[in-house]
């Protein structure tokens, strides 16, 4: 099963600024077959990005994905205040069983 | 516009089964699988498992195999999920969500309490 760690476990940031969430695999992720997801409280997840750096329909484009193999990176380049919420990764590689990471809450600080 | 509806919350008792539907439109059901992802209260998501709404097969995830059975009615579109044998850490809200390896749509979820 692949294991993905995603760092940091809380981000503390304020509105305007940068955000960077990584996601890293135990194994290489197929394929790039990496999604990341949005969830606010009370809420459903929303795909956010999928083949590691594809934006899902209707994400705005401060939402940018990258990395391959076992690196992957969540960019929000300039955060709104809706954007506060925790982040998953999921790779879709080793279809179908998939993994998630154990998610990174984005804070207002 | 795709949707994806759920039925309502459960509670059930340790030992008890429990079967969630997931009622799919706006979209040719048979053309995509459904996952199923779970989320303990204030814990993260964990993948339950896969069916094809194409040919009924499937695929769960190692811990709950044994106790878990995924099953698609292709007549109303609809989607179950029966988990068997509760334990007090089955609590959780369980969502389905059309697969395509990602997942772009997700129900609303249904809340299942398990307790004594």
């Known amino acids: 099963e692949i294991v993905l760690t995603q760092s940091p476990g809380t981000l503390s940031l304020s509105p305007g600024e940068r955000a960077t969430l990584s996601c890293r695999a135990s194994?290489?992720?197929?394929?790039?077959?990496l999604a990341w997801y949005q969830q606010k409280p009370g809420q459903a997840p929303r795909l956010l990005i999928y083949g590691a750096s594809s934006r899902a329909t209707g994400i705005p484009d401060r939402f940018s994905g990258s990395g391959s193999g076992t690196d992957f990176t969540l960019t929000i380049s300039r955060l709104e205040p809706e954007d506060f919420a925790v982040y998953y990764c999921?790779?879709?590689?080793?279809?179908?069983?998939?993994?998630f990471g154990q998610g990174t809450k984005l804070e207002i600080k | 516009q795709v949707q994806l509806v759920q039925s309502g919350a459960e509670v059930k008792k340790p030992g008890a089964s429990v079967k969630v539907s997931c009622k799919a439109s706006?979209?040719?059901?048979?053309?995509?699988?459904i996952s199923w992802v779970r989320q303990a209260p204030g814990q993260g998501l964990e993948w339950m498992g896969w069916?094809?709404?194409?040919?009924?097969?499937?695929n769960y995830a190692q811990k709950l195999q044994g106790r878990v059975t995924m099953t698609t009615d292709t007549s109303t579109s609809t989607a179950y999920m029966e988990l068997r044998s509760l334990r007090s850490d089955d609590t959780a809200v369980y969502y389905c969500?059309?697969?395509?390896?990602?997942?772009?749509?997700w129900g609303q979820g249904t809340l299942v309490t398990v307790s004594s």
């Open positions: 999921q790779q879709y590689g080793s279809s179908p069983q998939y993994t």
């Open positions: 706006g979209y040719t059901f048979t053309s995509y699988g």
């Open positions: 969500a059309r697969d395509l390896g990602s997942l772009g749509y």
């Open positions: 069916i094809s709404a194409y040919n009924g097969n499937t």
């Open positions: 194994q290489s992720v197929s394929s790039s077959y």
